[in-house]
């Protein structure tokens, strides 16, 4: 029986496979095994000599494994993918946020210097106004300086002269 499955056999070196993918093949041999069935040892024991079992039974048992393998593979791809999506939207929103907030941020920023530059005006406006009213105001108590000594030298001057001058006044 050994010379028939040497025939319908080949060694797994000469598959063009690279070693990695040997270990897979191999891997995937060992594990169709376990199942049990006859074709499943034989292609276990054929796997540890280094050989692909070419019946279709093996073959089939094989195919289907590495099927199953691929399913796994695609939906852990397709898992992936998905969370690489649900990152990437965390890091969009994320970013979003940051740039919302950053252009609210500035936006108020705006605003502060708006009022400053605004307050700025007001004050400058009000120290105007202020400086014209300081000038007014000197100008006022100098003119009452100046009335004041006008009508105290009038006084003094009407005071030696007083009874005279109140008269002629009564008389008109």
């Keep these: ?7 319908s056999a080949v060694p797994d070196t000469q598959l063009g496979l690279t070693s990695e993918e040997i270990q897979l093949l ?6 169709v095994a376990a199942n049990g069935s006859t074709s499943s040892r034989a292609a276990s024991r054929a796997s540890s000599q280094g050989l692909l079992m070419l019946d279709s039974s093996s073959l089939s048992a094989l195919g289907r494994h590495f099927d199953r393998v691929m399913q796994h593979i695609q939906q852990q791809l397709e898992y992936l993918s998905e969370q690489s999506q649900i990152v990437t939207m965390h890091v969009y929103d994320r970013a979003g946020n940051l740039i919302d907030n950053a252009d609210a941020e500035i936006a108020r920023y705006h605003e502060i210097i708006r009022q400053i530059d605004e307050l700025e005006l007001d004050f400058d406006r009000i120290a105007h106004i202020r400086d014209i009213v300081r000038d007014f105001r000197h100008r006022a108590e100098e003119l009452e300086r100046e009335l004041e000594r006008s009508s ?3 006084r003094h ?7 005279g ?3 002629s006044r009564s008389h008109r």
């Design 1 to 7: 029986m050994s010379s028939q499955n040497t025939a």
């Design 26 to 31: 191999r891997q995937g041999q060992h594990a």
């Design 152 to 154: 105290s030298s009038r």
């Design 157 to 163: 001057k009407h005071g030696h002269h007083g009874h």
């Design 165 to 167: 001058h109140s008269s």
